[in-house]
């Protein structure tokens, strides 16, 4: 089984946002489905399901956490708004933090 990349080839895709990959100079948000059956790695003709979990699994394996996800989930669980302002008017990004020994932080 392959994971196809569906529609007319000249169907314009935008990809929501683009992290400029290494060797490239310029954003490249938009594209279109002959594009993407063409040249990108994850999902061109060709590649099987298999193929893709195995590459999916051991990428993201290396990979850290985004720098920003704690505030950007924060702000994008309220569509775009910060949240609501605290009594002394400043508005706040809370990080969670989980101690491996809760009774040691006392």
Same mark, same amino acid.
């Given at each position: 089984?392959?994971?196809?990349?569906? $529609?007319?080839?000249?169907?314009?895709? $935008?990809?929501?946002?683009?992290? +400029?990959?290494?060797? =490239?100079? @310029?954003?490249?948000?938009? @594209? @279109?489905?002959?594009?993407?059956? !063409?040249?990108? /790695?994850? /999902? +061109? !003709? $060709?590649? #099987? !399901?298999?193929? *893709?979990?195995?590459?999916?699994?051991?990428?993201?394996?290396?990979?850290?956490?985004?720098?920003?996800?704690?505030?950007?989930?924060?702000?994008?669980? =309220?569509? $775009? +708004?910060?949240?609501?302002?605290? #009594?002394?008017?400043? =508005?706040?990004?809370?990080?969670? /933090?989980? *101690?491996?020994?809760?009774?040691? /932080?006392?």
């Amino acid at each position: 089984m392959t994971i196809p990349v569906t $529609g007319p080839a000249l169907l314009p895709l $935008g990809m929501c946002h683009d992290y +400029k990959a290494p060797g =490239r100079d @310029t954003y490249a948000w938009e @594209t @279109t489905v002959h594009e993407e059956r !063409e040249n990108n /790695v994850h /999902v +061109k !003709e $060709g590649v #099987s !399901e298999g193929a *893709f979990v195995a590459m999916r699994t051991a990428r993201d394996a290396m990979l850290s956490a985004p720098r920003l996800l704690l505030p950007s989930i924060q702000v994008n669980m =309220r569509a $775009g +708004k910060f949240p609501p302002a605290h #009594s002394n008017g400043v =508005r706040y990004l809370t990080i969670p /933090v989980k *101690f491996r020994n809760a009774e040691a /932080v006392h």
